[in-house]
């Protein structure tokens, strides 16, 4: 990299910096929330037409919800940003663990982070496992 | 033999862009906010920078050896096409054509798709969503695709302008402020031909794969039009969970490298690296086929309703 491609890097980082400023200066931070079964359903709808919800747990702060599916499978809903990202697993493809506040689910996926589940109890079919 | 020598200093129109693409982009984040037109997310907008940031970063690092690259296979070209005005016509049309490739190939193979889903990755659809672009270019080999012009014997750094015009010129339409464009719409690749290319609904998927022209899809049966009463939904099919640019960069990467070392056999490595994205051996993952098919059902199912209703 000569000092040309530094200085324009440079220049670039600072933009970036300066535009995510003024992003979040505008008001683009919107956090929304699942606030009853049947906004989640909704949604589910919306991203899984096929999908068959049987089982709701929302999360206290209404920025994730866990369904399970009739076929077994389940389906997370989560907040990112002011989008909720939806996915569907296998029962086995998750890892369940009880925490302060609620649960610790995991995937194997690097695109899909642990999510932390403010709930007051895990439901038996979300037993930690 | 060296190349023929250009009669003009080559610009580097990315560079000189870039005060226009952040120009533009604030231009667009007031536009948004005034006129409620568009949507705009703070973390969202700073991953999609972020990955431009990388991606002109680490593009900077591998240029000189994607360099080298061509002017090797330029050794063993079929002509040797000097800098006229019929040659540089005829190179923005092979570097056209040989992104629609680049890029349709892109979507139909894991393995360049691990490149390209970063740029698919934002739930939005904004100019910053232009600048999501890759970290792994070098070593998901996509600029192979362009390495042909070089053997065919045009100059290597008139293919290198004119993939810098199609890069700049594809800023522009990541838009959902401009509708369409009337008798351009036909020829050109617009905000409304690519917000088409954006989509998860099943209509959409897996068209309009234009850098500048649109008649590549329109020859090759890829040309899907954006309809009043469809919106676009934005992102991919398993839409990421996280803001952290490492992750956006290297999910796909990682998924690939899960399946393979838990593959059961060589076809089920093939598979898992250049089959359709989403193949599984026991076809239990979504792929665009699966997911245009059971659209198709619901639709057929829909149908008979709908008639009877009327």
Redesign the interface.
């Known amino acids: 990299?000569n000092i040309e491609?530094l200085i324009?890097?440079l220049?670039?980082?600072a933009?970036?910096a300066?535009?995510?400023l003024?992003?979040?200066g505008?008001?683009?931070?919107?956090k929304p929330t699942l606030e009853s079964e049947d906004a989640v359903r909704a949604r589910l709808a919306?991203a899984e037409?096929?999908a068959s919800p049987s089982d709701i747990l929302i999360a206290k702060d209404g920025a994730a919800a866990i369904v399970r599916l009739a076929d077994g499978r389940i389906a997370v809903l989560?907040a990112?940003?002011?989008?909720f990202?939806?996915?569907v697993f296998p029962r086995d493809a998750l890892a369940v663990a009880a925490v302060a506040e609620g649960l610790r689910i995991t995937f194997?996926?690097?695109?899909?982070?642990a999510?932390k589940l403010r709930v007051e109890a895990a439901p038996s079919w979300l037993a930690p496992h | 033999m060296d190349a023929p020598a250009a009669p003009f200093a080559i610009p580097d129109v990315v560079?000189l862009a870039?005060p226009f693409f952040?120009a533009l982009?604030?231009a667009e984040?007031?536009y948004?906010?005034v006129t409620k037109k568009g949507?705009?997310?703070?973390?969202?907008?700073?991953a999609s920078?972020?990955m431009?940031?990388g991606n002109?970063?680490i593009g900077?690092?591998f240029a000189a050896a994607i360099l080298a690259a061509h002017y090797a296979v330029y050794e063993f070209r079929i002509f040797t096409i000097p800098w006229t005005w019929w040659s540089l016509a005829l190179c923005f049309f092979a570097e056209d054509f040989a992104y629609y490739w680049f890029h349709r190939v892109s979507h139909e193979r894991r393995w360049f798709w691990a490149s390209h889903v970063v740029h698919h990755?934002s739930?939005?659809y904004n100019l910053?969503t232009a600048l999501r672009q890759t970290w792994t270019n070098a070593i998901g080999v996509t600029w192979l695709f362009w390495l042909p012009l070089s053997f065919i014997g045009f100059p290597p750094l008139m293919t290198i302008m004119f993939s810098g015009i199609s890069l700049v010129y594809q800023f522009w339409i990541h838009t959902e402020s401009v509708k369409r464009l009337g008798p351009l719409e036909w020829v050109l690749n617009t905000p409304s031909h690519h917000r088409v290319h954006h989509a998860t609904n099943p209509r959409y998927l897996d068209a309009n794969y234009a850098g500048v022209l649109i008649i590549w899809d329109r020859l090759f049966g890829t040309f899907v039009p954006e309809r009043d009463d469809e919106k676009p939904?934005y992102?991919i099919i398993?839409?990421?969970?996280?803001?952290?640019p490492f992750?956006?960069a290297?999910?796909?990467w990682?998924?690939i490298w899960?399946d393979v070392t838990h593959a059961k056999s060589m076809r089920e490595v093939f598979g898992y690296m250049f089959g359709p994205p989403g193949w599984s051996p026991d076809g239990s993952r979504k792929t665009s086929a699966s997911l245009k098919a059971?659209w198709a059902v619901?639709q057929s199912a829909a149908a008979p309703a709908s008639i009877a209703a009327e």
């Open positions: 990299m491609q324009v890097a220049a670039s980082a933009a970036v300066a535009l995510i003024v992003a979040f505008l008001g683009f931070r919107a919306e037409p096929d989560r990112v940003g002011d989008r990202a939806i996915r194997a996926d690097l695109g899909f982070p999510l | 560079t870039i952040v982009v604030f984040m007031i948004v906010r949507a705009y997310d703070a973390r969202d907008a700073g920078l972020m431009g940031l002109s970063i900077g690092i990755s739930q939005h910053s939904r992102g398993s839409n990421l969970g996280s803001f952290n992750r956006i290297f999910h796909e990682a998924g899960r059971a619901r």
